[in-house]
């Protein structure tokens, strides 16, 4: 029987794409040939990054100022990659500490120069998302964390700065429409909404490179890649296919506006069973609610033990909180249907 999968990520992909994924591993296209075993220098392999990277400027409603690239190293090596590429040898950047995540990037930042805290949640265990700051030009970035994972916050809106704005949006990006162009640099692991481990999308303005007067090391500078249309060393070919399928799947079923639409109902159907039953407690606070991770806790520790028993009989899986936080944590990503939310909060009904 087929789980339901709410796992944080890597995660539930849509069905169709699992199935497609695993017919180009036996024959990629009728060629006589697995997708595993074809260069990537092949006109059919660039033809599936060229239309990757075509895809996510469509689905985002980006121009020609925008490239689209297909990395490695996961999200974890854009926290090196974007101080890199923008912060000046001398500059600064200022850095909105809303996680884990973010904390993380603030301390690769760190090591090439000046970062200031915009405005940090810490103190209070990231259950808010920061608010009231501003970011001056005397900034070279600001950089932001659109969805932290762990704590199931989400920035619902964005600050207007006077510099270039970066937004790590791993765990939410293709889930909700956003205006894009405000961004000078988005980044991505691809383990949640898009695909399989392994790809890394980085959707960059062209014009904001090459400002450093840093000497930078060949795989961490953007322009080089751009330069090799995502092709500079051999990229994560199952990945970057896979993450095509998943994307074609989005765009033939509504584009991202659909996908916002179901997404809010899968997370209203969860907050308002959270809200109704006392024996369960949202993390955040209501108004920075996370429509991709739901975290939340038992309010009776006594009912642990016949809450998971009845969720794993359910056939969930994946509901354990992460191991910073504890409880228990929900991820109702794009490929999630209702009617797995429906189990749990049938689950969560039953006990008392
Ligand atoms: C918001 C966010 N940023 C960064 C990361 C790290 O991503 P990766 O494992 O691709 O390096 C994660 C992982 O879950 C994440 O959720």
């Known amino acids: 029987m087929k789980k339901h999968n709410f796992s944080a990520g890597p995660c539930i992909l849509p069905q169709e794409v699992f199935q497609k994924a695993s017919e180009a591993i036996l024959d990629f296209n009728g060629m006589g040939l697995s997708l595993l075993e074809i260069s990537h220098r092949s ?8 239309e990757a990277r075509a895809i996510v400027k469509r689905l985002m409603k980006l121009g020609d100022d925008y490239e689209v690239l297909f990395l490695q190293g996961g999200a974890s090596l854009q926290f090196a990659m974007v101080p890199f590429n923008l912060m000046k040898t001398d500059g600064k950047a200022a850095y909105l500490d809303t996680g884990t995540w973010a904390a993380g990037a ?15 949640s810490k103190d209070q265990n990231y259950s808010f998302i920061p608010k009231g700051y501003t970011v001056g030009a005397e900034y070279n970035y600001f950089h932001c964390t659109s969805n932290n994972t762990i704590y199931g916050t989400q920035m619902k809106e964005f600050p207007k700065t006077d510099t270039l704005m970066v937004c790590d949006m791993s765990s939410d990006i293709f889930s909700r429409v956003l205006d894009f162009s405000q961004f000078d640099l988005i980044y991505a692991g691809a383990q949640k909404n898009m695909g399989p481990a392994g790809a890394t999308l980085v959707v ?12 930078i090391p060949s795989y961490l500078n953007y322009q080089l890649h751009i330069d090799k249309e995502s092709m500079y060393n ?33 997370a209203k159907l969860l907050y308002d069973e959270i809200d109704r039953n006392p024996l369960f407690e949202g993390y955040s606070v ?64 039953s006990i008392s």
């Open 43 to 50: 006109k059919e392999f660039v033809a599936v990054m060229d």
């Open 106 to 120: 603030i301390k690769e930042a760190k090591k090439l120069g000046t970062v200031d805290i915009a405005g940090s």
């Open 204 to 215: 960059v303005k062209k014009d904001i490179l090459g400002k450093t007067g840093r000497d």
């Open 234 to 266: 051999t990229p994560p070919v199952f990945a970057v296919y896979t993450s095509l399928l998943t994307l074609q799947y989005l765009e033939q079923h509504g584009g991202i506006e659909a996908a916002e639409v179901r997404n809010e109902a899968k």
């Open 286 to 349: 209501k108004e920075d609610r996370s429509l991709m991770n739901v975290s939340f806790k038992l309010t009776d520790e006594s009912k642990k033990e016949a809450f998971d028993t009845a969720w794993k009989a359910a056939g969930i899986s994946g509901l354990n909180g992460h191991r910073s936080l504890g409880g228990y944590r929900a991820s109702l990503y794009n490929a999630l249907p209702i009617e797995s939310v429906q189990v749990l909060v049938d689950v969560m009904k």
